[in-house]
């Protein structure tokens, strides 16, 4: 945040500049420090003092501020080493993102900067170079929440052509909030991938001795050096603990808490594998229906990329709750080419059934349905259960909306989304096309349809 | 002891900084600050240097230290939440530790900060799950008055405690969470103590003045730190007091120490010894193969390496006093610090039956009379970690006092690890900034001190009751109780009386307050004695209900005593009034005071 115009105007008053060592009277007393950036939230001026901390001022009328010296030291820089390429090593490409999985605190301002560069990386996790070559290149520099298809689009390019370039495998470091979204969308844009391509981030910030970033680069470099899996997946922290990461299906994964290290959970599935951080050892959950649905492929330097990026972003998620109006759905209608429902329960089900007096409106949400889907557009129920199968004949909500034209997806509601965008940037949404476009959407593409639901697999123990 | 040393004279520096914890809910969260339950959740953890520390120390020494560490915490599910866990970012501020923090801004006189900015103070010894502490300044510059003189305040913050440990080994650190964020206030003072006994009296009064809020007591409840220093020395930090009693001498043997090490620096300078004279062997096991010294013979049998090193000049000096210990402590503490112990040449050799391989040892460094030599044996890598670090102490003989964090023992103190660097400190961006307002500030009530309630009850019930009783946990109880009752009696009670009670071995704490408010109630209205509080209290510790207390102990009235009285003469008659009197007050106890059986006994005598 800015400082008010009024400590703007004495700072320039008084030639004082942030970062400068000064003397600040604030009418009533006298404090000796540093000129920190604002990070208060009451207009007071923030000084860092020779003790470390920082406080704030109130100033007056009266105030006055003295710079005593310029205040030349900068944080030393870290010793660089150039990096050795070392051939009996796999080579590694980091595209970063964003999110700070790894930055450089400067304790003299406190503020954090990020580290993207190989050499930099390496230095703050020598690790990496244990396992790897490391390359490292900056895609974008953004918060998740703010990426856009096209950005996917973008990624998924790049990945191409890291892989023409030559390496043995990719980690892609994320905004965690969001990265179920990219990993699913990755998933159906680049296929049949010859190498491992990993995403990761972090729950807590890398300016903290207790990060969990680097174990979680660590760790997916040591599954893409030490494994042959090839195609996109999740890598982050399977428990609380520092004691292993979860590999973790592309397209059944989802962010299921605001800051736990392991807010990462495989849903109806188990994790692919499981990386030690202090062994490196790999452990394959070959028991998963990821297996047993053939979704696994071996790394195979020979394959040839699929890059299929098209994406209609005329595409809506929408989320049923009880007193929903019927009305909102009229601007899904004349905006959107597809529409997912989260719905309740196993069907999706929604408010369609007239029951009484205040049930009256029902009638007009099934109407509303008929007319979308009489429209072109196309409707996917999914469940906001988020955990189970969506199976839309158990109970007449659910016939009375197939008979309308919405249709069930079994997959996480997120991943249903992407895919009903990546499925219509391909066929367009004409009438000759809705049943292609039904057929894409019920076949597994990238592993988020499996056909069995297994016994145990509510639950992340492998 | 104090008069032989000019404190003045020698530069004496000295500061104190106490850590009181706070009695309220912890800091960054809700969780309760007196935890207790047995943990049944264990989470592991590894802390990293955060970049930024670079070519202020050795990043990669620093980054080898911590890969080989793992921190465990272990915590109660039901007590401890995910922001101690640091999984869960830091709730707002404590605002009643706030409101304490500031009451104690405001006795100490200090200026207090007009907006609070919660900092990070880098900590990678995994007594924070976060890798560092939540600290903010709430006042500076205020003043403590004593009788031997004032200090000045520099600094009161208030901060999260840190993690106890619970269990240490090789690589591995096991940390209590349940200690982790509770708040504490952090008082600095400056350097200018005067003397030993000016800093028990400084930290004693800074002692009372936060018993005067709303503080934690009992064991570890409270900290003291002291940094000492005297001319051409260096500050030492002198850490875990356990009893104020012993911090002039402790202190004043700190000062005993930097002098003979600056004794021994300036002997060895005008003998000419150099650091080049310090002689490390590495690898002299072989000498001490068919040793007959049974704990060496042991330890080789265990696949114990012995290192050896030589010290110029050095026989005889290691029996040196320095402070309450040897010289030769100062280097078996280096030692110690890695699990190790030293053996050396002014020690009793034959005793150990290692006279023999000692001379084979001087033969091999080629070492003279005057020379010294010791040995470490243990296991590597951490057997030449130890030697390495007692070579360097040694050298620093040359130099004067190393900087260190000691623990204070038994007179003195032992070394514990190098004087930590300045903490580097960043701000909490979690954590919004907090506007200390002016009326926010004339809100809080300057709480009456302790040192003035003093005075006050000493006029009351006696200089020594009031004393005991501003120093007692239950003062709380007295301030109410005394508005209520007998004063004097009501302090009798809570402090010699149950004093005595936990002496014998009853849990004082069983006792309800509303119990002890209904037990007075009875003695004021003279349903039963004051005698009989203590039986009574006794009866309350075993569970028994008020209302058996009322009718055992309720007071009789004359004529039934009058007929007891009768019974106890018919029965044996013509007997001493003290052996009627102590057959009665036995049957009686309680019930009936001395005095009015006395007086009754006597009419029946007659």
Redesign the interface.
């Given at each position: 945040m800015e400082y008010s115009v009024e400590i703007l105007g004495l700072l320039k008053k008084c030639s004082v500049k942030i970062g400068d060592r000064a003397v600040v009277n604030?009418g009533k007393?006298e404090y000796k420090g540093i000129i920190m950036p604002n990070?208060?939230?009451?207009g007071?001026l923030?000084l860092k003092?020779d003790?470390?901390?920082?406080?704030?001022?109130?100033l007056d009328s009266k105030a006055e501020i003295k710079k005593t010296k310029e205040e030349g030291a900068v944080?030393?820089?870290?010793?660089r080493e150039k990096l050795q390429h070392d051939p009996s090593k796999p080579t590694i490409a980091i595209l970063h993102t964003g999110g700070t999985i790894?930055?450089?605190?400067?304790?003299r301002t406190?503020g954090v900067t990020p580290?993207f560069d190989a050499e930099d990386l390496v230095?703050?996790v020598?690790e990496l170079a244990d396992v790897a070559n490391i390359r490292c290149r900056l895609i974008f520099q953004m918060w998740s929440e703010d990426m856009e298809p096209e950005h996917w689009q973008i990624i998924a390019k790049e990945i191409v052509k890291e892989i023409e370039e030559g390496c043995d495998g990719i980690i892609i470091t994320h905004g965690t909030d969001y990265m179920h979204y990219t990993a699913a969308a990755l998933a159906f844009m680049a296929r049949n991938l010859p190498i491992p391509v990993i995403l990761t981030g972090s729950q807590?910030s890398?300016?903290?001795?207790?990060?969990d970033a680097?174990?979680n680069l660590i760790c997916a470099a040591n599954f893409i050096a030490n494994s042959d899996f090839s195609g996109i997946a999740i890598c982050m922290h399977g428990s609380?603990?520092?004691?292993y990461c979860n590999i973790l299906p592309a397209c059944k994964t989802r962010k299921m808490h605001?800051?736990?290290?392991d807010a990462f959970k495989p849903i109806n599935t188990k994790p692919i594998a499981r990386v030690d951080?202090k062994t490196g050892r790999i452990e394959f959950c070959e028991n998963s229906t990821f297996f047993s649905g053939k979704n696994y492929n071996e790394k195979d330097f020979k394959r040839i990329p699929v890059l299929e990026i098209g994406y209609n972003k005329k595409v809506a998620l929408i989320k049923s709750y009880p007193g929903m109006a019927a009305d909102q759905l009229d601007w899904y209608m004349n905006n959107c080419d597809g529409v997912v429902f989260e719905g309740g329960g196993i069907a999706g089900n929604l408010a369609i059934n007239v029951l009484d007096d205040l049930t009256k409106h029902h009638a007009l949400m099934l109407k509303k349905l008929k007319d979308m889907t009489s429209k072109g557009i196309v409707v996917y129920m999914t469940s906001q259960c988020i955990y189970g199968r969506v199976n839309m004949n158990v109970y007449t909500t659910g016939r009375d909306m197939q008979s309308v034209g919405c249709m069930p997806a079994y997959m996480i509601p997120e991943v249903a989304l992407v895919k009903l965008g990546w499925v219509l940037g391909r066929f367009k949404n004409s009438a000759g096309n809705k049943e292609k476009i039904d057929e894409l959407m019920q076949k597994n593409i990238a592993g988020e349809i499996i056909s069995r639901s297994e016994l145990d697999e509510f639950s992340d123990e492998i | 002891m104090d008069n032989k040393i000019d404190y003045q004279k020698i530069g004496f520096r000295c500061g104190i900084e106490i850590h009181q914890r706070l009695d309220t809910h912890k800091l960054f969260c809700n969780c309760d600050s007196g935890q207790k339950n047995e943990p049944n959740i264990?989470?592991?953890?590894?802390?990293?240097?955060?970049?930024?520390?670079?070519?202020?120390i050795d990043r990669a020494a620093l980054?080898e230290f911590?890969r080989s560490k793992e921190f465990v915490y272990k915590a109660s599910a039901d007590e401890s939440c995910?922001v101690e866990?640091?999984?869960?970012?830091p709730h707002e501020i404590n605002k009643e530790a706030l409101y304490i923090g500031l009451e104690m801004c405001k006795m100490l006189g200090c200026?207090i900060?007009?907006?609070?900015?919660v900092?990070?103070?880098?900590v990678?010894d995994g007594s924070n799950?976060?890798?560092?502490q939540r600290?903010?300044?709430l006042g500076m510059n205020g003043f403590l008055n004593t009788g031997k003189g004032g200090v000045k305040i520099e600094?009161v913050?208030i901060e999260e405690e840190s993690a106890r440990i619970d269990e240490k080994s090789e690589g591995k650190i096991v940390y209590r969470l349940n200690g982790l964020g509770i708040p504490l206030v952090e008082i600095a003072t400056d350097s200018t103590i005067k003397s030993p006994e000016h800093a028990k009296e400084v930290a004693e009064m800074l002692g009372m003045l936060l018993r005067s809020t709303k503080v934690q007591r009992g064991i570890g409840s409270i900290r003291q730190d002291i940094n000492i220093s005297i001319r051409g020395g260096s500050r030492i930090e002198i850490k875990g007091f356990q009893e104020l009693d012993k911090m002039p001498v402790v202190v004043e043997n700190e000062v005993k120490r930097q002098l003979c090490l600056l004794g021994v620096k300036d002997e060895l300078r005008k003998i000419g010894i150099k650091e080049k004279d310090f002689i490390a062997k590495k690898c002299v096991t072989d000498i001490f193969k068919k040793t007959e010294c049974n704990f060496i013979a042991k330890a080789l049998k265990d696949d114990a390496v012995i290192h050896s090193l030589l010290l110029p000049r050095f026989s005889g000096m290691l029996k040196k006093e320095c402070g309450d210990k040897t010289l030769g402590k100062e280097l078996s503490g280096y030692a110690g610090a890695h699990g190790f112990g030293i053996i050396h040449s002014d020690e009793e050799l034959e005793k150990y039956k290692l006279y023999n391989e000692f001379s084979e040892l001087r033969k091999e460094f080629g070492a003279r009379q005057e020379d010294l030599v010791l040995i470490i044996a243990g296991k590597e890598p951490g057997v030449s970690k130890a030697l390495d670090s007692v070579l360097e102490r040694s050298r620093y003989m040359l130099v004067g006092v190393p900087e260190e964090t000691r623990m204070a023992h038994e007179e003195g103190s032992k070394y514990m690890r190098p004087l930590p660097g300045?903490?580097?400190?960043?701000?909490e961006?979690d954590v919004?900034?907090m506007?200390i307002t002016k009326e926010y500030l004339d809100s809080i009530a300057v709480p009456e001190s302790l040192l003035v309630k003093e005075k006050k009850y000493s006029k009351e019930i006696s200089e020594e009751l009031a004393s005991q009783i501003i120093r007692s946990k239950h003062l709380p109880m007295y301030e109410e109780f005394r508005k209520e009752f007998e004063p004097r009696l009501v302090a009798i009670i809570l402090t010699n009386t149950f004093k005595m009670l936990s002496r014998d071995g009853h849990d004082i704490d069983k006792i309800k307050k509303d119990d002890l408010f209904s037990l007075f109630s009875l003695v004021k209205k003279k349903t039963i004695a004051k005698e009989s509080l203590e039986n009574a209290l006794v009866d309350l510790i075993e569970g028994k209900p008020i209302s058996y207390i009322e009718s055992r102990y309720r007071i009789m009235d004359d004529e039934r005593i009058r007929e007891i009285v009768k019974d106890a003469i018919k029965h044996n008659p013509g007997a001493r009034e003290s052996i009627y009197m102590g057959a009665l007050m036995q049957k009686l106890r309680g019930t009936v005071s001395g005095e009015r059986l006395v007086r009754i006994l006597r009419e029946e005598m007659k």
């Open positions: 604030s007393k990070t208060g939230d009451s007071c923030v003092l003790n470390g901390y920082n406080l704030g001022i109130e944080m030393k820089k870290c010793k790894a930055s450089r605190v400067d304790y406190g580290v230095s703050m020598p807590r890398s300016d903290r001795g207790s990060s680097a174990m609380s603990s520092d004691a605001t800051s736990r290290r951080y | 264990e989470i592991g953890r590894r802390l990293r240097p955060v970049a930024g520390e670079t070519g202020e980054f911590l995910l866990a640091d999984c869960e970012p200026d900060v007009d907006e609070v900015h900092m990070r103070k880098t990678i799950t976060s890798g560092f600290t903010a300044i600094t913050c300045k903490a580097r400190m960043y701000p961006t919004p900034s506007r």
